[in-house]
């Protein structure tokens, strides 16, 4: 072999990847300039139908960059991000991050198009001031004209340094409200040995007690006989001490009469798991958890059903072919669960938000003849159930499970079981 044309290809290989490179990250600055010229397009100059950040059901108000920044069209945006292939909450969060630097960071902003500074690490700046008044947004913008050396515990220093210098009320009332965002999880998201992730921020003093408690019930486990590794016996301490407590029964008594005005039960858990008659012969080992959103095994089902002092509630199959429409407008209870079983999530593009925790849309609207059916019903996040009533974002059913979206400015997305996916066939319409 020739080493010398051995190292020649390398070499071109090498300066291939790296045009590659540099193509992508113009392709990405080109991206970012047409994002900040369509915001220019669709400012908005107050709340009404500005582009806000929506929890569950409640819209908080909460613009997508930081102070200064213009509002944008809500309706509006939700069309660009579906042109950018992002989910919902995903890409307004990008789109905020872009907006952050061209009208909050105008030096970062700078570096990005002239190709000096990476978009993601721009990116990684504007997370950091966005919650910055613009004082102090504009010091840390000015301390970054060649961001590209900047470390991210640099960056957080002289986060914290705009915050102090600039905004001294705000940096108290983070330190006070820090004891506030205390917490103690556990991921309802089952992984595919049944296991389950728990994390949590605690006070050092509570977080110590609870070591020192996890500790000393291992210890005991292992005297006791368990030959399981140390952490695996803590990890059945911390369950022992959950059910320690659900077993017992607790009187709460009135403050000033000591009159016992409730009582909390002991344990009491429900667990929705979804099974075919051949899932605990074997001949299909697989159901599935409705809490954990996944795929459990049969042998996990029967370690559940042994549990001492379970109670098991068998409910009926539901057929999700099954159209029995009421005459109603309010959709009941066994519709709801029908249609969510069916769809799982919201059905508007890139959308994941569990249907469950989703409103129920007539697909033809009920004052315009359509039934109260799951034919006629499709899960949509509050959000998105108010683009379709509010706004010209519309969908089509061509078969049941599967929507074509059509946005205000004419592009289609078909959202079915297999993800969303864009229809190349729309047309602006003429301006």
């Given at each position: 072999?020739?080493?010398g044309?051995?190292a020649?290809?390398?070499?071109?290989?090498l300066?291939?990847l790296?045009?590659?490179v540099?193509?992508?990250?113009a392709s990405?600055v080109?991206e970012w300039v047409?994002?900040?010229e369509?915001?220019?397009r669709?400012?908005v100059?107050g709340?009404e139908?500005?582009?806000?950040i929506?929890e569950?059901?409640?819209?908080t108000?909460?613009?997508i960059?930081?102070?200064?920044?213009?509002?944008?069209s809500?309706?509006g945006l939700m069309?660009l991000?579906?042109?950018l292939?992002r989910?919902?909450?995903g890409g307004r969060?990008?789109?905020g991050r872009?907006i952050?630097?061209?009208?909050r960071?105008?030096?970062?902003?700078?570096?990005?198009?002239a190709?000096r500074l990476a978009?993601w690490?721009?990116e990684r700046?504007a997370?950091?001031?966005?919650?910055l008044?613009?004082?102090a947004a504009?010091?840390?913008?000015?301390?970054?004209?060649d961001?590209t050396?900047?470390g991210w515990a640099?960056l957080?220093r002289?986060v914290t340094?705009?915050?102090l210098?600039?905004?001294?009320?705000t940096?108290?009332?983070?330190?006070v409200?820090?004891a506030?965002?205390?917490?103690?999880?556990i991921?309802p998201h089952?992984?595919?040995?049944g296991?389950?992730?728990v994390s949590g921020?605690l006070?050092a003093?509570?977080?110590h007690?609870?070591?020192?408690a996890v500790a000393?019930?291992?210890?005991?486990?292992?005297?006791?006989?368990?030959?399981?590794?140390?952490d695996v016996?803590r990890?059945k301490?911390?369950?022992?001490?959950g059910?320690?407590?659900?077993a017992?029964?607790l009187?709460?008594?009135?403050?000033?009469?000591?009159?016992?005005?409730a009582?909390?039960?002991?344990?009491?858990v429900e667990?929705?798991v979804h099974?075919t008659?051949?899932?605990?012969?074997?001949?299909n080992?697989v159901g599935?958890w409705?809490q954990?959103?996944?795929?459990?095994?049969?042998e996990?089902?029967?370690?559940?059903?042994q549990a001492h002092d379970?109670t098991?509630?068998?409910?009926?199959v539901?057929?999700?072919?099954?159209?029995?429409?009421?005459t109603?407008?309010?959709?009941p209870?066994?519709?709801?669960r029908?249609?969510?079983?069916?769809?799982?999530?919201?059905?508007?593009?890139?959308?994941?938000?569990p249907?469950?925790?989703c409103?129920?849309?007539?697909?033809t609207?009920?004052?315009?003849?359509g039934v109260?059916?799951p034919c006629?019903?499709v899960p949509?996040c509050?959000r998105?159930?108010?683009?379709?009533?509010?706004s010209?974002?519309?969908y089509?059913?061509?078969?049941?499970?599967?929507y074509?979206w059509?946005?205000p400015?004419?592009?289609a997305?078909?959202v079915d079981h297999r993800?969303?996916h864009p229809?190349?066939?729309?047309?602006?319409p003429?301006e």
């Amino acid at each position: 072999m020739d080493l010398g044309t051995t190292a020649r290809s390398t070499a071109v290989l090498l300066s291939d990847l790296a045009a590659e490179v540099a193509g992508r990250q113009a392709s990405q600055v080109r991206e970012w300039v047409g994002i900040v010229e369509w915001a220019s397009r669709h400012v908005v100059t107050g709340p009404e139908g500005a582009a806000t950040i929506t929890e569950g059901y409640l819209d908080t108000g909460v613009p997508i960059a930081g102070e200064g920044a213009p509002l944008v069209s809500e309706f509006g945006l939700m069309e660009l991000v579906g042109v950018l292939g992002r989910s919902p909450d995903g890409g307004r969060a990008y789109v905020g991050r872009v907006i952050e630097c061209a009208w909050r960071l105008p030096h970062v902003y700078d570096a990005v198009v002239a190709g000096r500074l990476a978009p993601w690490r721009a990116e990684r700046i504007a997370e950091r001031t966005h919650g910055l008044n613009a004082d102090a947004a504009g010091f840390v913008d000015r301390q970054l004209f060649d961001a590209t050396g900047v470390g991210w515990a640099q960056l957080d220093r002289l986060v914290t340094e705009a915050v102090l210098r600039f905004d001294p009320a705000t940096a108290e009332a983070e330190r006070v409200k820090a004891a506030d965002g205390r917490r103690f999880d556990i991921d309802p998201h089952v992984d595919d040995h049944g296991l389950v992730t728990v994390s949590g921020l605690l006070d050092a003093a509570d977080g110590h007690d609870l070591n020192l408690a996890v500790a000393r019930r291992a210890e005991v486990l292992g005297r006791l006989g368990d030959e399981s590794s140390l952490d695996v016996r803590r990890s059945k301490a911390a369950a022992e001490l959950g059910r320690a407590d659900l077993a017992l029964d607790l009187l709460i008594p009135d403050q000033e009469t000591g009159e016992v005005v409730a009582t909390v039960p002991g344990r009491k858990v429900e667990l929705n798991v979804h099974i075919t008659d051949t899932t605990l012969t074997g001949a299909n080992p697989v159901g599935r958890w409705e809490q954990g959103n996944g795929p459990i095994s049969s042998e996990q089902i029967r370690e559940w059903l042994q549990a001492h002092d379970t109670t098991i509630t068998v409910r009926p199959v539901i057929d999700l072919t099954e159209h029995i429409p009421v005459t109603s407008y309010e959709v009941p209870d066994r519709h709801k669960r029908a249609v969510a079983l069916r769809d799982h999530t919201c059905r508007f593009p890139h959308c994941t938000r569990p249907a469950m925790r989703c409103d129920i849309d007539h697909a033809t609207p009920h004052a315009q003849g359509g039934v109260t059916c799951p034919c006629n019903e499709v899960p949509l996040c509050r959000r998105h159930h108010r683009a379709k009533t509010h706004s010209a974002w519309r969908y089509v059913t061509p078969t049941a499970g599967a929507y074509v979206w059509t946005s205000p400015s004419g592009h289609a997305f078909r959202v079915d079981h297999r993800g969303t996916h864009p229809v190349h066939t729309a047309h602006p319409p003429d301006e």
